[in-house]
């Protein structure tokens, strides 16, 4: 198995390289190419925990799950809930150097932050071969801070992530899940109008003519919040296993968009402001983060689809496609592309690392 020495010079050799873990997110991105896979597997194990602390110091082959456990013994997480693969129908098990690097959250995202809020520091190798440090072990440690939250969804484009220190908080004392009989408009701003309340919402998803609604706090809190909302409480044998299925992708609306993309229809992860009307999209909708993200299965043309989110302020990116040759994420205005540009070539200027993954000319 590789060690960071042996991938050190492999980089120096400045042939082109392809990234990966276990593979559980080679359908996201553009293209894997033919470029030599260098595995991060042999980066394994958790380096530092300090549950006083609140953090945790991981290398970047080790899986997200075994994370999870170690933090669980503690009464602690990873707040963002950041999809682990385990049973998804991607295959694979996802790593914490992927975890960062695809950028994904889950379903507490919009109340809990993204991959970046919680990043604190991270080690990277470049393209020289050279071992970078970035960050620290707590928030107030500014030192590189940027260069750190740079890496979260990079797609492996600017180098090597090699550990990654991440910020942990409890779990909480109650949790609660509500369902409601709504239409996508009338979820949208009931989703909305609660925003806007000092209510201890975690989590949301509407589906299928259902909005659920995850509650997380005191048991206090959570008490007073489901006398005020209202609805019908899911048991939590019941409910758990339906934010772990949407978390980890693999429960039947993620199921059901694997087979329709082997049809031809492709999944698109859509982000727009949270009080975006439901839009004209053909085709079976899921909701996540407030109205913040939207899963849209669809037979529609990219340029089409594209065309309606950037109408309503947001993008859209294929997630599950069978062609992809529309791009797989947005295109970018002229000064994005000159300062995407710019950061390639400050960090990868042979071009090695992952030739292709975010976009065509990266």
């Not at 559980?24 to 549950?51: C, H, I, Q, W």
């Not at 507490?108 to 071992?131: N, P, Q, W, Y």
Request: hydrophobic content about 45%; proline content about 7%.
């Amino acid at each position: 198995m590789a060690t960071l020495e042996a991938m050190a010079a492999r980089f120096q050799e400045g042939r082109p390289v392809r990234l990966t873990g276990h593979g559980s997110k080679d359908f996201y991105g553009g293209p894997l190419g033919d470029a030599e896979p260098v595995s991060t597997l042999s980066l394994n194990g958790v380096m530092a925990y300090e549950p006083s602390e609140l953090y945790v110091t991981a290398a970047a082959g080790t899986p997200v799950a075994d994370v999870e456990a170690l933090l669980a013994q503690h009464g602690q997480h990873l707040a963002f809930e950041p999809p682990r693969f385990v049973g998804a129908a991607s295959g694979g098990t996802g790593t914490i150097g992927g975890m960062v690097a695809s950028g994904l959250s889950g379903p507490a995202r919009a109340t809990a932050g993204a991959v970046r809020d919680h990043v604190l520091g991270l080690t990277m190798l470049d393209a020289k071969g050279e071992l970078l440090h970035f960050g620290g072990t707590v928030m107030k440690n500014v030192a590189g801070y940027d260069v750190s939250r740079l890496m979260a969804g990079s797609m492996g484009v600017l180098g090597l992530i090699a550990q990654v220190t991440l910020k942990v908080l409890p779990q909480p004392v109650a949790t609660a899940t509500l369902r409601f009989e709504a239409s996508q408009d009338k979820a949208l701003l009931r989703m909305n109008r609660w925003g806007g309340q000092p209510l201890p919402i975690s989590a949301s998803a509407w589906w299928d003519g259902a909005l659920v609604v995850r509650l997380s706090g005191t048991e206090a809190a959570v008490r007073a919040a489901i006398h005020k909302l209202g609805g019908s409480v899911i048991p939590e044998p019941m409910a758990a296993p339906f934010w772990r299925g949407l978390r980890d992708q693999c429960d039947e609306f993620f199921l059901g968009a694997r087979r329709a993309v082997q049809g031809g229809a492709t999944l698109w992860r859509i982000a727009v402001p949270s009080t975006t009307p439901a839009m004209p999209l053909h085709g079976e909708q899921l909701v996540e983060w407030g109205g913040a993200q939207r899963w849209v299965v669809t037979p529609m043309a990219p340029a089409q689809v594209r065309d309606v989110v950037a109408a309503a302020g947001g993008h859209a990116t294929m997630f599950y496609a069978s062609d992809k040759s529309a791009g797989t994420f947005s295109p970018l205005g002229p000064q994005l592309t000159r300062i995407h540009k710019e950061l390639k070539r400050q960090f990868d200027p042979a071009g090695i690392f992952n030739p292709g993954r975010l976009y065509s000319d990266l």
